[in-house]
């Protein structure tokens, strides 16, 4: 069979889209070598992507050609369906809630991930042009999609609710982190990470965007109220300037700015470097406001550390039992579910077999299969 996917994100986006993106390709052609694996995107940087991914016969990199090149969005939002079609692409997955326009021109199969609709949810944190433009990309997409595939059921939930859609359209398969967050780093690795990040011996981790809807300051809020019962560093894996300057005068104003490490500020940890910071984390906390999953909290129940989120939206899906859970406006709730994590440390590998990707791609290649 040969696959289609919009891969702009898999190779310039480093954040969840992105991540999204490369850990179900990587799954898809280590498990699945059988088919052919034709990447579109309108600009190719390797720095994001596997070598050894990209040198793989079965999988095939497509850029724009003439014109294409100049007026790339509209070669991407526009002429996709049959610059696939004319690939002999059977299955179009548009890996991030849309679409190419002319996918219902031609005789190409099509299924579209939804991963969130956080712009509708809590519109205070878009401009309204984005919100329009969100809303009609995924709109559009999952009217015409052939299958409709959301990262949770709190996803799928949200997409029935918004949209007039019969509800055998839209089927739920979760995603997974990279495969290197499976293993166990050495003593050897966790000690270079360390030295090179100059991390303390303890310490509580973030790793996310730095922005309103993380609700990273109450996390900060929690600290506060924990100064002289609980005194772990914060560790912080993330990019956001604004949201970085304002948890920077909080803590400046409430005398925890030596708890802060800011570890982005020294080099941006590749997956297996991330793996050691969970390793050695004595907790990781992750507060959304609203997520369409939560690839993090994956990666820390994955590596065996304990986590603490916000009971918003699907947060659950991901931590499962063995998390703790908080009112995500309640930094005094958030401080006694991390006291009460800390003398528990619970196991947090239980459940985690619905996660793996192999198991994950076998069910995308059960789904193309019978589109």
Same mark, same amino acid.
């Given at each position: 069979?040969?696959?289609?996917?919009?891969?702009?994100?898999?190779?310039?986006?480093?954040?969840?889209?992105? +991540?999204?993106?490369?850990?179900? $390709?990587?799954?898809?052609?280590?498990?699945?070598? /059988?088919?052919?694996?034709?990447?579109?995107?309108?600009?190719?940087? *390797?720095?994001?992507?596997?070598?050894?991914?990209?040198?793989?016969?079965?999988? /095939?990199?497509?850029? !724009?050609?003439?014109?294409?090149?100049?007026?790339?969005? #509209?070669?991407?939002?526009?002429?996709? *369906?049959? %610059?696939?079609?004319?690939? *002999?692409?059977?299955?179009?997955? *548009?890996?991030?809630? =849309?679409?190419?326009?002319?996918?219902?021109?031609?005789?190409?199969?099509?299924?579209?991930?939804?991963?969130? @609709?956080?712009?509708?949810?809590?519109? =205070?944190?878009?401009?309204?042009?984005?919100?329009?433009?969100? @809303?009609?990309?995924?709109?559009?997409?999952?009217?015409?999609?052939?299958?409709?595939?959301?990262?949770?059921?709190?996803?799928?939930?949200?997409?029935?609710?918004?949209?007039?859609?019969?509800?055998?359209?839209?089927?739920?398969?979760?995603?997974?982190?990279?495969?290197?967050?499976? =293993?166990?780093?050495?003593?050897? =690795?966790?000690?270079?990470?360390?030295?090179?990040?100059? @991390?303390?011996?303890?310490?509580?981790?973030?790793?996310?965007? @730095?922005?309103?809807?993380?609700?990273? $300051?109450?996390?900060?809020?929690?600290?506060?109220?924990?100064?002289?019962?609980?005194?772990?560093?914060?560790?912080?894996?993330?990019?956001?300037?604004?949201?970085?300057?304002?948890?920077?005068?909080?803590?400046?104003?409430?005398?925890?700015?030596? /708890?802060?490490?800011?570890?982005?500020?020294?080099? +941006?940890?590749?997956?297996?470097?991330?793996?050691?910071?969970?390793?050695?984390?004595?907790?990781?906390?992750?507060?959304?406001? #609203?997520?369409?999953?939560?690839? !993090?909290?994956?990666?820390?129940?994955?590596?065996?550390?304990? %986590?603490?989120?916000? +009971?918003?939206?699907?947060?659950?899906?991901?931590?499962?039992?063995?998390?703790? #859970?908080?009112?995500?406006?309640?930094?005094?709730?958030?401080?006694?579910?991390?006291?009460?994590?800390?003398?528990?440390? !619970?196991?947090?590998?239980?459940?985690?077999?619905?996660?793996?990707?192999?198991?994950?791609?076998?069910?995308?290649?059960?789904?193309?299969?019978?589109?």
């Amino acid at each position: 069979m040969r696959l289609g996917f919009d891969a702009k994100r898999l190779f310039l986006n480093d954040r969840g889209l992105g +991540n999204y993106a490369r850990n179900l $390709l990587y799954g898809l052609v280590k498990y699945h070598p /059988q088919h052919e694996y034709f990447l579109y995107t309108p600009k190719q940087h *390797g720095k994001l992507v596997d070598e050894k991914f990209l040198a793989d016969s079965q999988v /095939q990199v497509r850029l !724009p050609a003439g014109m294409g090149r100049v007026l790339s969005a #509209y070669w991407r939002s526009g002429q996709l *369906g049959r %610059v696939a079609a004319r690939d *002999g692409v059977q299955v179009w997955h *548009g890996l991030s809630q =849309e679409l190419p326009a002319d996918i219902i021109r031609v005789d190409v199969k099509s299924v579209v991930t939804v991963h969130d @609709l956080i712009f509708l949810r809590h519109p =205070e944190f878009y401009k309204p042009l984005d919100r329009w433009i969100y @809303l009609k990309k995924v709109k559009w997409a999952v009217q015409h999609a052939d299958k409709v595939v959301a990262i949770s059921q709190q996803t799928r939930q949200d997409v029935l609710e918004t949209f007039t859609l019969p509800p055998d359209r839209v089927q739920v398969i979760y995603q997974s982190c990279h495969e290197v967050f499976y =293993e166990k780093r050495s003593a050897q =690795e966790c000690q270079q990470v360390r030295a090179k990040w100059r @991390l303390p011996q303890q310490y509580m981790l973030y790793i996310g965007a @730095l922005n309103e809807n993380k609700n990273v $300051l109450v996390i900060l809020q929690a600290m506060r109220q924990l100064k002289g019962k609980l005194d772990l560093p914060l560790v912080i894996v993330g990019h956001g300037e604004a949201y970085k300057r304002k948890l920077l005068a909080y803590a400046q104003k409430h005398g925890l700015e030596k /708890q802060l490490y800011f570890a982005s500020e020294i080099a +941006n940890p590749a997956p297996r470097e991330l793996s050691a910071f969970y390793q050695m984390a004595e907790v990781f906390i992750f507060p959304s406001f #609203y997520e369409g999953f939560g690839i !993090p909290i994956l990666e820390a129940r994955f590596s065996g550390t304990p %986590v603490v989120a916000s +009971n918003s939206s699907c947060l659950h899906e991901a931590g499962g039992e063995s998390s703790y #859970y908080f009112n995500l406006a309640d930094s005094e709730e958030l401080a006694g579910q991390l006291l009460k994590i800390l003398a528990a440390r !619970p196991s947090t590998g239980s459940g985690l077999e619905k996660f793996l990707i192999e198991r994950l791609a076998a069910e995308w290649i059960a789904l193309y299969n019978n589109l």
